[in-house]
C-alpha cells in the first residue's frame, strides 16, 4: 500500500496572501495523484487529478492551481487566497491500475481571515 | 454526472448494536469503494467492492452493481466506530471517483 504524507495539519492565512500546499507519496511510483476540498459537514469536491509528472487536470473553475513536479509530489497553490477558499484540503492517490484503491493524507484545514 | 445518494444521512447508535449504511447510484460502475472518516478528519479506505461482497472484522459490505446499489453494514458498533462513512464511485473507469454526501454515525458508550 502506499502512504500519503500532506503538511501543515492547519493553516491559517490572510485574505490576499499565496498558498502552497504539499503533499507527498510513499510506496508507488507513478500513482494518480489528487486535491479534494471538503467544506464543513460536506462531501468531499475533487479538484485537481494528475496521472503524470506535469500532467494536471482540473475539474472545476476556481482560485487555485496544482503542479506535479515530480512523480511523487503534488502542490496546491494559490496566488491570492479568497475567503470562500476556507477549508479541509485532501490528498490522494492511487496505483493507477484497475484496482484504484484511494488512500488519503490526513489533511490541511485551511481557514482564509 | 452520476447521482450517488447514501442513507441515512445520520445515525445514532447504543455501543454494540448492528447497522446498515445504503449507497444508491444512477449510472453502472466499474468502481466502488467505502471510506470511514474518523473525527480528525482521516480517510481510511475500508472497502473496494465494484460487485459482490466482502467481510473486514466487524464490517461487510455488499455491492448489487445490477440494482444498482451497496450496503454496508457494522456489527456490534463501538464508539470508535463513531465518524463519516462516504461511498464513492468511479463511472467512467477514468479513476476519478465521486463521492456521496456521508451518513455521519455516532456510537454511544
Known amino acids: 500500500s502506499q502512504t500519503i504524507h500532506q503538511w501543515p495539519a492547519t493553516l491559517v492565512q490572510p485574505v490576499g496572501s499565496p498558498l502552497s500546499l504539499e503533499c507527498t507519496v510513499e510506496g508507488t511510483s507513478n500513482p494518480n495523484l489528487y486535491w479534494y476540498r471538503q467544506a464543513a459537514g460536506r462531501g468531499l469536491q475533487l479538484l485537481f487529478y494528475?496521472?503524470?509528472?506535469?500532467?494536471i487536470s482540473s475539474e472545476v473553475p476556481q482560485n487555485l492551481s496544482a503542479s506535479r513536479p515530480q512523480d511523487r509530489q503534488f502542490i496546491l497553490s494559490s496566488k491570492k487566497l479568497l475567503l470562500s477558499d476556507s477549508g479541509f484540503y485532501l490528498c490522494?492517490?492511487?496505483?493507477?491500475?484497475?484496482?484504484?484503491?484511494?488512500?488519503f493524507g490526513a489533511g490541511t484545514r485551511l481557514s482564509v481571515l | 454526472g452520476i447521482q450517488v445518494e447514501q442513507s441515512p444521512p445520520d445515525l445514532i447508535l447504543q455501543e454494540g448494536a448492528n447497522s446498515t449504511l445504503r449507497c444508491n447510484f444512477s449510472?453502472?460502475?466499474?468502481?466502488l469503494q467505502w471510506f470511514h472518516q474518523n473525527p480528525w478528519g482521516q480517510l481510511i479506505n475500508l472497502f473496494y467492492?465494484?460487485?459482490g461482497t466482502k467481510q473486514n472484522g466487524r464490517l461487510s459490505a455488499t455491492t448489487v452493481a445490477t440494482e444498482r446499489y451497496s450496503l454496508l453494514y457494522i456489527s456490534s458498533s463501538q464508539t470508535t466506530d463513531s465518524g463519516v462513512y462516504f461511498c464513492?464511485?468511479?463511472?467512467?473507469?477514468?479513476?476519478?471517483?465521486?463521492f456521496g454526501a456521508g451518513t455521519t454515525v455516532t456510537v454511544r458508550a
Open positions: 449510472d453502472s460502475v466499474n468502481n
Open positions: 467492492i465494484p460487485s
Open positions: 490522494a492517490g492511487d496505483p493507477g491500475h484497475s484496482k484504484n484503491i484511494q488512500y
Open positions: 494528475s496521472v503524470g509528472i506535469g500532467q
Open positions: 464513492a464511485v468511479d463511472p467512467n473507469n477514468d479513476y476519478k471517483l465521486s
